[in-house]
């Protein structure tokens, strides 16, 4: 029997930057955003957004099965709150970055909570690039060279690791192929039969063919209209539709409050309809994807 090195993914954030309820929303006395409203129900969970990031879970030969999450921005440590417990999850086996704002590096601070004292682990392993990584320097220079820190604060306990956008590197035994965007702000990957793109509005030729073959897609898709940054969720469906083979699934990430997560499900229902190789789907926070069978879903 082969041995499956990738054996799940688990969506830790599915949210744009400034997360999903917004204050702005909960507080309006008109209570006008549907989306933002629904989150303070239970039936409206699926709408609870924070900052987009992905967990990762890789088969070990010694058992222990691997964490190797991608991203960890403002929101991240509550959202470890809630899924690390629902899951069952503990270790923090390794972080990889895919661009130095917020929503993707803020969270680098509370992690801490892995390393202090050594109480799961000793340090974790961060991959990224040499221009995330002197951001990160700016940013946190405490967390670069520990002579920086003033006072007398803990600090989290970091090996870091510079990649190379033109070449794959290997994290707990699965390789990690770059995707990069344009102006190569933005690095997405590729890990076995899944291409992960949480945040640009434009792919490159040579990215789309690295990302040929992908069984599932992770797309990011802020809202309905275009985007400077981001694309919208018809564009994102392009990328799906146009691709060679078309994937088995593709999930949606990175949304705004615009979009309802119930509403969503039921347009890509129909649109599937029309197009039965097209499956499209918005994640929500906390959905396991089961690699060696992409039905079953938790």
């Known amino acids: 029997m082969t041995f499956r090195k990738l ?28 989306t933002c409203m629904s989150t303070l129900t239970s039936e409206g969970e699926v709408n609870v957004r924070r900052n987009t990031s992905l967990l990762v879970r890789v088969n070990h030969e010694d058992g ?10 403002k929101t991240f440590y509550v959202s470890a709150l809630k899924w690390w417990p629902y899951h069952e999850l503990r270790n923090l086996d390794a972080l990889i970055l895919t661009h130095p704002h917020a929503d993707a590096i ?22 990224l690039t040499s221009s995330t990584f002197e951001s990160v320097q700016n940013l946190f220079p405490y967390l670069v060279d520990s002579k920086q ?25 699965l390789e990690f192929t770059p995707l990069p965007d344009e102006p190569y702000i933005y690095v997405g990957y590729r890990f076995e039969n899944i291409s992960y793109i949480s945040d640009c509005n434009f792919i490159p030729d040579d990215t789309l063919i690295k990302m040929q073959g992908s069984d599932i897609m992770i797309l990011d898709a802020l809202d309905y209209k275009e985007h400077p ?56 926070d906390g959905l396991k994807v089961v690699v060696d ?5 938790q």
């Open 229 to 284: 940054s981001h694309f919208s969720i018809y564009q994102a469906i392009n990328i799906s539709r146009n691709s060679n083979p078309v994937p088995k699934r593709t999930y949606l990430v990175g949304f705004s409050h615009s979009v309802n997560h119930s509403e969503l499900v039921k347009e890509m229902e129909k649109l599937q309809l029309n197009e039965p190789l097209l499956w499209v789907r918005p994640a929500h």
């Open 106 to 127: 803020n969270g680098l601070d509370d992690l801490r909570a892995w390393t202090l004292h050594n109480v799961i682990q000793e340090s974790i392993p961060v991959y």
């Open 64 to 73: 222990r099965v691997r964490n190797i999450v991608i991203d960890c921005g």
């Open 7 to 34: 054996k799940e993914i688990i969506f830790i954030g599915t949210g744009t930057s400034s997360g999903v309820p917004t204050v702005a929303c909960l507080t309006d006395p008109q209570k006008s955003c549907k």
């Open 293 to 297: 069978n992409i039905n079953e879903e």
């Open 149 to 173: 820190a003033s006072g007398g604060g803990d600090l989290p306990s970091f090996q870091w690791n510079m990649i190379d956008i033109n070449h794959s590197f290997n994290v707990e035994g």
